[in-house]
């Protein structure tokens, strides 16, 4: 039992553990004119814990997909909603962020949509890729890089050293929109299919969808098109 506040003692009367022996029923609420409730994680592979997967395959996620569904259900939720790809993670099978494992991840994603067609739930797939591989996909190509983003002090890497990318490059936006249309057209049949989310924060920020801040943007590029468009 931890304190939320440093230097103060933490407390607990007891803690009771309650033991569920038949299966959660979903709520009974108005199929209209009610409020939507998703259940967002950050981690999209961080159910598997809370919902104590067996293993980490997709056996063990169809498990643990399979509770969580039933547990929103239960609390009167309508969408599960989680990070598919971020960090060094990615819970589908892809052509795009091959460094994630690519083609060779087993498809979560998959697995969490087929319980929440079971449940009636919708879902949604957030991203927040680092995008290591654009510069495998531009390899060979002169300086300077068709990707990385300029700053005013002529600097093409983050405070984090990892690029920073420009998404006025038509290079970068090709990459984006094809990782996300390979999404879409990969679970576009299932009814549960609600959409993609796309993730903006300043922590860990590859500059895929955004400009970053007012120090970035000083490529030949951008200026070009600034000059051009004003």
């Known amino acids: 039992v931890v304190d939320a506040m440093p230097g103060l003692r933490a407390a607990a009367s007891r803690i009771r553990v309650y033991s569920q022996d038949v299966p959660l029923p979903p709520l009974n609420v108005p199929v209209a004119g009610g409020r939507s409730f998703a259940n967002w994680y950050e981690e999209g592979g961080s159910f598997l814990g809370v919902y ?9 996620t169809l498990v643990a997909a399979d509770r969580w ?17 971020i960090y060094q993670f990615g819970m589908y099978p892809t052509r795009y962020n091959q460094s994630y494992g690519g083609l060779s991840n087993t498809d979560q994603v ?52 990892e690029p920073l990318y ?38 860990q920020n590859p500059g895929l969808n955004n400009f970053a801040s007012l120090d970035w943007g000083y490529d030949d590029y951008t200026i070009g098109l600034f000059a051009k468009e004003t």
């Open 52 to 60: 104590a997967a067996p293993d980490k395959g997709l056996d063990g």
């Open 110 to 161: 998959g697995a969490i949509l087929l319980n929440c067609e079971k449940y009636g739930l919708k879902y949604i797939g957030e991203f927040h890729p680092e995008a290591r591989d654009i510069p495998w996909y531009f390899q060979g190509q002169p300086d300077p890089k068709p990707y990385a983003a300029v700053s005013r002090l002529g600097k093409t890497t983050a405070k984090t050293g």
């Open 69 to 85: 569904a039933r547990s929103v259900a239960y609390m009167g939720g309508d969408t599960l909603w989680m990070t598919a790809v």
């Open 166 to 203: 420009n998404c006025l490059f038509p290079a970068v936006q090709d990459w984006y929109i094809g990782m996300l249309g390979e999404f879409a057209d990969r679970y576009a049949e299932s009814p549960a299919f609600e959409g993609v989310s796309l993730r903006l924060m300043s922590w």
